[in-house]
């Protein structure tokens, strides 16, 4: 096989018991176009710190590329610190890793395109497999089985049996979750305190006596994917310059509707750290922190495709994901598993900022879950409600349950 040319993917992590302890790195190099493993790279490097493991094994990764004279390359970790480090938007403090990033800038140079992705850490498994072997040979511990190498995912054919049951599903999932709350049986996604309107006290006059956590939900400022219509999921794309002219009117509005506000809450994404910082500075500093839940849906293979691109790729996958929140984009996250974070981003909200005001700079998947069980909606609201760039929403939450949406994607400001 020919290797001119050659796209490939870099899986990379590494870690240590103690932080410092037994540490050991590894490393997964595919196919872009295909997903076949071309190299595989583990080793256990003593004692060092999680950092460290994490960019040996990233240059680890990057050596094997170089020996399969691969051309473009695209490194995915679940360690932000080395992604942002790598693509210069965090300084390197610690002098112990300066030579690695050094090291790794090097080796960089020698492709003729890379670039750096965050991804959730059940999107690493493999080289996060072979890291935890690496550390159990540092520690001195028996070897774990090897990980399962996976079978190359190539795209079904419109006309497909594939597509097919796809869609078959998608109407059975439908039609469970239908006859399913039709019979007093469960829906297809569970509900939890305070979203499910059988046991939400209900009352028609405004509320009196304890103070609601108030939550302002902000999506951020609009990026160049958003422009073109493309879907935009795990990838740290930046604000556009337009979307960072919205989230400072976006700034401006939240500090008209709360000068004084507990905390900004972020997704880790630059896009939404950067209109949390914006929004942060327009009310004094507060303190401003990340949630990973808080992080967009993984579109998985749609990640920076075109909204007509996937139709006309994936129609029979497109049709079962708008049909059922148990479906997920081939290789991504469903909405099902997405609430399931999301609620517990929620509930540690609640918990942590009880009676005040938190400012939330998410995504528009998360924000619309937020949003559904704050109204106890159906999933058809997922794909009914339109949240746009820096738009501002407003719910209430009282400590025994009680919930009021005050305002959904208010523009006034944009």
Known sequence: MSTAGRQVVIEADGGSRGNPGPAGYGAVVRDAATGEVLAERSEAIGVA????????????????AAELEAATVEARMDSKLVVEQMCGRWQIKHPGLRPLAAQAAALVRRFESVTFTWIPRERNRHA?????????????????????????????????PARAEARAAARAAANRATSGAAAGGPAAVTTIPGTDPATVPASWEPRTGATATRLILVRHGATELTAQRRYSGRGDVPLAERGATQARAAAARVAALAPTVAAVVSSPLSRCTATAELIAGALGDPPVRTDDDLIECDFGD?????????????????????ASPTVAPPGGESFVEV?????????????????????VVSHVSPLKILLRDALAAGDAFLHRLYLDPAGISVLDTWPDGGVAVRTVNDTAHL
């Not at 690496?134 to 795209?155: C, I, L, Q, S, W």
């Not at 990640?303 to 007509?308: I, L, M, P, Q, S």
Request: hydrophobic share 40%; charged share 25%.
């Open 302 to 322: 749609w990640e920076g495709r075109t909204f007509a691109d996937v139709r006309a790729e994936f129609p029979g996958e497109l049709d079962a994901w708008l």
């Open 339 to 359: 609430t399931a974070r999301v609620r517990r981003a929620r509930q540690a909200l609640l918990s942590g900022y009880p009676g005040e005001t938190v400012v």
């Open 128 to 160: 996060d497999a072979l890291a935890n072997a690496a550390m159990d040979r540092a520690a001195g511990r028996p070897e774990r089985p090897a990980p399962v190498t996976e079978e190359p995912r190539v795209p079904a054919a419109p006309d497909s």
């Open 49 to 64: 710190t999680n950092n460290i493991a994490e960019y040996r094994g990233l240059i680890a990764g990057l050596e094997a």
